[in-house]
């Protein structure tokens, strides 16, 4: 599995658009800065054949008691072994970690190497996640986690989505 976590804002992030000359295109949107922050996960099975994705929402900033509750769901739904890839964050190394990874022998962690987010599939998810809500303007939190949804439910219903998200990250990996 390959983990990472995003935020979001209610400030909508604005991507290329076009207007006629001389009208410059206006975005208006409310000041909030109320986020939501996700944390998610694409696994692939040992056979390489079935992908999914597993993701959770919290309304303020993950921190290591989310990672270890998030991990702890993973190992409910997944049987047999389960290797979680991760960046190096400190919430991602942090001591309630490795004891999880002492209580639940099943579970290992592995770490990226250091300013290596190309590497990670799962960065792949959050690009397209990201681009499917630019121009959008949420009014409020309910709204930007309804669009949350369904960006990442098109992203798990989709197959060979999910799998371009691996082979487009620089991570060897073979898939059939």
Request: with cysteine.
């Amino acid at each position: 599995m390959f983990a990472d976590e995003s935020g979001f804002l209610l400030v909508p992030s604005v991507l290329k658009t076009w207007a006629p000359r001389g009208c410059t295109p206006v975005l208006r949107h409310r000041t909030r800065r109320d986020k939501i922050s996700v944390i998610s996960a694409v696994s692939v099975s040992p056979q390489r054949r079935r992908l999914g994705l597993y993701y959770d929402f919290h309304s303020h900033n993950i921190r290591h008691q989310e990672v270890y509750a998030f991990l702890r769901q993973l190992l409910r739904h997944l049987r047999g072994h389960v290797v979680v890839l991760l960046d190096n964050a400190g919430i991602h190394t942090a001591a309630p970690l490795r004891r999880l990874c002492t209580r639940h022998a099943r579970l290992h962690l592995e770490y990226f190497p250091a300013y290596a987010p190309e590497l990670n599939p799962d960065e792949g998810v959050w690009a397209h996640t990201k681009r499917a809500l630019a121009n959008g303007r949420p009014d409020a939190l309910t709204e930007l986690v309804v669009d949350l949804l369904w960006s990442l439910e098109e992203v798990r219903a989709d197959p060979a989505l999910l799998r371009s998200c691996i082979t487009q990250s620089d991570l060897p990996l073979f898939l059939p």
